[in-house]
T-cell receptor, first 113, second 108 residues
């Protein structure tokens, strides 16, 4: 099992450009999450999904969109990147909800210039 | 809003010394989880506490959940260089809110 994988590992964008981050899990987990991690601020939840075809907003959803067309994939989109979105992005999945441990991907380091 | 506060932000210890990080919430938590993130790595689940006053041990690590389910602590006895990393608590208010983490550095 690969667990949770993320593509790409690194990316540099210019302000205003768009991109999609891909997360894939092979554990048949229902729940998937997108977090961003900034120095000194821990992990902040951007969006999450409780199952295929469903998404919900987290703590910091502005400027991001998500889609969960297939159970194993969770996509995070930035329509018009801003320097404030420079961060490390982690995807995670769990069997069910918040009473279950989350398995994290290796992260994507995004820089917006 | 709902927040989980974690202290200290940094801790530097000599190998063999003990280490403790604390997590506090103004709201009663359903449960709390602890994660460890090695430098350059991703968070890895350590443990979950659910019951009021619960204490769990994993070798040199001791985790406690307060009686009011509003605070928690992680204590490491006799730190080793392999303990280096950032330790996060994550409090459950239906969704998880992560604390800002405690970065532990261990000098050999």
């Amino acid at each position: 099992n690969a667990g949770v994988t993320q593509t790409p590992k690194f990316r540099v964008l210019k302000t205003g450009q768009s991109m999609t981050l891909l997360c894939a899990q092979d554990m048949n987990h229902e729940y998937m999450y997108w977090y961003r991690q900034d120095p000194g601020m821990g992990l902040r939840l951007i969006h999450y999904s409780v199952g295929e075809g469903t998404t919900a907003k987290g703590e910091v959803p502005d400027g991001y969109n998500v889609s969960r067309l297939k159970k194993q994939n969770f996509l995070l989109g930035l329509e018009s990147a801003a320097p404030s979105q420079t961060s490390v992005y982690f995807c995670a999945s769990s069997t069910w909800g918040s009473s279950y441990e989350q398995y994290f991907g290796p992260g994507t380091r995004l820089t917006v210039t | 809003g709902q927040q989980v506060m974690q202290i200290p932000q940094y801790q530097h210890v000599q190998e063999g010394e003990d280490f403790t990080t604390y997590c506090n919430s103004s709201t009663t938590l359903s449960n709390i989880q602890w994660y460890k993130q090695r430098p350059g790595g991703h968070p890895v689940f350590l443990i979950q506490l659910v019951k009021s006053g619960e204490v769990k041990k994993q070798k040199r690590l001791t985790f406690q959940f307060g009686e009011a389910k509003k605070n928690s602590s992680l204590h490491i006895t006799a730190t080793q260089t392999t303990d280096v990393g950032t330790y996060f608590c994550a409090g459950n208010f239906n969704k998880f809110y992560f604390g800002s983490g405690t970065k532990l550095n261990v000098k050999p």
